[in-house]
Each structure stands twice: as C-alpha cells, then as structure tokens.
Nanobody
C-alpha cells in the first residue's frame, strides 16, 4: 500500500520555524524525486521545493529560497523527506503536501503537480502575526 504521510505542521509566529516530515512507503521511493507543494485557501496548489532521488539536487520556488531547505533520508525502507522552514511569513500559511514522482529530468522541471503521481494528505501550517 502506497503511503505518504506528512507531519510537523502547526501554528507558529511570524519569524519562527517548523520542520515538516513526509514518510513515504509502499514503493521504491528511493528512486523517486520528491516534492513539497502548498495550497492556501482559494488558491491553486503551488510548488515549494523538490529534491532528486539521490538528494544531490534541489530546487525551490523563489519566495522560499534562503528560508526553506528540503532534504531526504533514503537509508531505510521508508524514505523520509523533510522541509525545514525558517523565517516564516504570514504568506506561508497553507496546507503543505508531500509528493513523489518517477519522472526523469532536471529537478527544476519537477515544479508542477502534474509531474507527481503519489500524494500525501497534507499538513496545515499557520503563521500568525
């Protein structure tokens, strides 16, 4: 059974930090690129960050560069992907989704939801003033 389970969301003040985790199991996800997307109320799901299967390459949307860091741990049967979020802003408030893709190409091309085949259920991040 394929599962992507996010955790780590919550309520944080502006300027604070959170670390999201995504535990992926049920496929050989160590061969998959992984991404984080977010969806704010009334808006479309938007790309946040992606990481290659090896972890050697990463890509971020401009608004989170220098504040967010994506990483992964392929060491165990369950692949875990992290999103460290620092200097959080009000506009970072959204439901954050983890996703996986077997598509091949440069990591910069893994920035659309259509590239991804497996999704988690999402975790809420709320940034308050």
């Amino acid at each position: 059974q394929v599962q992507l389970v996010e955790s780590g969301g919550g309520l944080v003040q502006a300027g604070g930090s959170l670390r999201l985790s995504c535990a992926a199991s049920g496929r050989t996800f160590r061969n998959y690129a992984m991404g984080w997307f977010r969806q704010a109320p009334g808006k479309e799901r938007a790309f946040v960050a992606a990481i290659s299967w090896s972890g050697d390459s990463t890509y971020y949307t401009d608004s989170v560069k220098g504040r967010f860091t994506i990483s992964r741990d392929n060491a165990k049967n369950t692949v875990t992907v992290y999103l460290q979020m620092n200097s959080l802003k009000l506009e970072d408030t959204a439901v954050y989704y983890c996703a996986a893709t077997a598509a091949r190409g440069t990591i910069a091309t893994m920035n659309t939801p259509q590239k991804y085949t497996d999704w988690g259920q999402g975790t809420q991040v709320t940034v308050s003033s």
